[in-house]
């Protein structure tokens, strides 16, 4: 029996990965190939599976509220076992937004999986605006781990950026990696082909081994999800777009991502919503049919202040909010 080639698309938050997966899926329907997905989100309510599934009929297994690199790890072998139940062509593992990608390479070696999956390759994501101005030290360690050990890489958003300086970005990534594909793209283009000519390079590198990158400033000893953390906050009332924008204001700097699904009362629409430093965007999304929420992730988040301000800005009590939680919507 054959074994089944897994890329990981691994990058930070906010960087495009599920919407180059969305295009990769689209591409595949016209060329006879099934895909499985397996999907790492590090807040407790699921987002991306959400999009994916509005999408297509594609397998996917999720792995929830903490990184598949650490407190998931024990769950990953089941979750590529049920995957290859479906007898997929190939499988695409979508890390969380902090995930070093090493960890879950190492877990692919497991005698239970590697007779039947290959590492193909791994694709690492960064946003074009975000690479090219980081400052948390923090943050420069968790793009160097997802960085180092990438056969492509890929920077995404470029049309967002005003006056790009690719050279920059190029320098800056080199010296992390020197050695992979690099491409630079508008909302996830890349085509199928492309990434499958992409193969694995063999180049593990022990990133605890390397000397620290002054431009990066990676941290060899330090984890790279500890920084962080996450809320959800039910939605179970429509609001306008103008509470969740001052709710978000409400939250800076520590707020650094934000997505979900929102019920607006400009048009009596589920949308989804994402914030991505400080860009915020809205898409109708109908084919979300379950509990609206938002997922907060940020530097040192306080849940009770995180309640108490959208308790304030929808006019609802907090015990009131936790208690309509998972009823629907109040009309």
Known sequence: MSRVPVIILSGFLGSGKTTLLLNLLEESKQKDMKFGILMNEFGKMDVDSHIINGRSSVPIQSLNDGCVCCSKKSELINSFEQLLKTNPTIIFVELTGIANPEEVMDEMLKKELI???YMKS????????????ITSLDMRTTYARQLRSADSIIVNKVDLVENLDKSKIVTLIEEVNDSAELLFTIRGQVGLD???????????QNVESLPASE???YQADQPSYEYLSTISIPVPIK????????YFLCLKPNLIRAKGFVYLEEDNSIYLVQLIGNRLSWEVFMEYGSHPFITLIGVDLNSNLAFEKFSHLVKMPIEKLLTINGKGIQQ
Not at 122 to 133: K, N
Not at 194 to 204: A, E, S, V
Request: no cysteine; net charge neutral.
């Open 122 to 133: 791994l694709v690492s994501l960064v946003d074009a605006e975000t690479i090219s101005g």
């Open 194 to 204: 492309q990434l499958l000519t992409i193969n694995r390079t063999g180049k593990k």
């Open 215 to 217: 431009d990066m400033g």
């Open 115 to 117: 007779s039947r999956i």
């Open 239 to 246: 609001v306008t777009k103008s509470i969740i924008e001052e």
